[in-house]
T-cell receptor
Framework: NAGVTQTPKFQVLKTGQSMTLQCAQDMNHNSMYWYRQDPGMGLRLIYYSASEGTTDKGEVPNGYNVSRLNKREFSLRLESAAPSQTSVYFC??????????????FGPGTRLTVL | GDSVTQMEGPVTLSEEAFLTINCTYTATGYPSLFWYVQYPGEGLQLLLKATKADDKGSNKGFEATYRKETTSFHLEKGSVQVSDSAVYFCALSEGAQKLVFGQGTRLTINP
């Protein structure tokens, strides 16, 4: 049981390049999330998917797109990377049910640098 | 919207010292409250949680009590260890889907 996995762990892009961050979970969770973490700002929600086939914007969606490929996988795409998108990106998932209490499980993160 | 404010860091303590990290929140409704911990180079892990007023969450010697009257959820530990060095995040549930995080508090414990 790997939990939440993310690839790649590290990435360096040039301004204007595109890339996709991959996330998968093996806990049969319905909800999945993408956050970015910047110094002194905590975690900010980029997009989330409450269930397979649905996606919704979070606090900072501009410059990003997402795809909920199936129940396991939720990808984040940067179409034209900008230096302001230099950050650490975390994927998370959450189960539904009486006792889940909104607890989210996090992946190890992707450290992205845009030059 | 809902928000979480944490004690600013960084916090540096000696081993076996008493720890308090303050967390206050503003929310409509009755959120669940959480403390997450992030060890160097890792993702966040749930440390403890409380789902209603006066609940006390506890784990690994850490405790926090859900105080509705003061809208607080302060994290405490009686005797910290070097291995507790990490970044600690307070969070609340917003609606059925989202978590709102504080800015994080970096804790360093010196031997």
């Amino acid at each position: 049981n790997a939990g939440v996995t993310q690839t790649p762990k590290f990435q360096v892009l040039k301004t204007g390049q595109s890339m996709t961050l991959q996330c998968a979970q093996d806990m049969n969770h319905n909800s999945m999330y993408w956050y970015r973490q910047d110094p002194g700002m905590g975690l900010r929600l980029i997009y989330y998917s409450a269930s397979e086939g649905t996606t919704d914007k979070g606090e900072v969606p501009n410059g990003y797109n997402v795809s909920r490929l199936n129940k396991r996988e939720f990808s984040l795409r940067l179409e034209s990377a900008a230096p302001s998108q230099t950050s650490v990106y975390f994927c998370a998932s959450r189960g539904q049910g009486m006792y889940s209490y909104n607890e989210q499980f996090f992946g190890p993160g992707t450290r992205l640098t845009v030059l | 919207g809902d928000s979480v404010t944490q004690m600013e860091g960084p916090v540096t303590l000696s081993e076996e010292a008493f720890l308090t990290i303050n967390c206050t929140y503003t929310a409509t409704g009755y959120p669940s409250l959480f403390w997450y911990v992030q060890y160097p180079g890792e993702g966040l892990q749930l440390l403890l949680k409380a789902t209603k007023a006066d609940d006390k969450g506890s784990n690994k010697g850490f405790e926090a009590t859900y105080r509705k009257e003061t809208t607080s959820f302060h994290l405490e530990k009686g005797s910290v260890q070097v291995s507790d060095s990490a970044v600690y995040f307070c969070a609340l549930s917003e609606g059925a889907q989202k978590l709102v995080f504080g800015q994080g508090t970096r804790l360093t414990i010196n031997p």
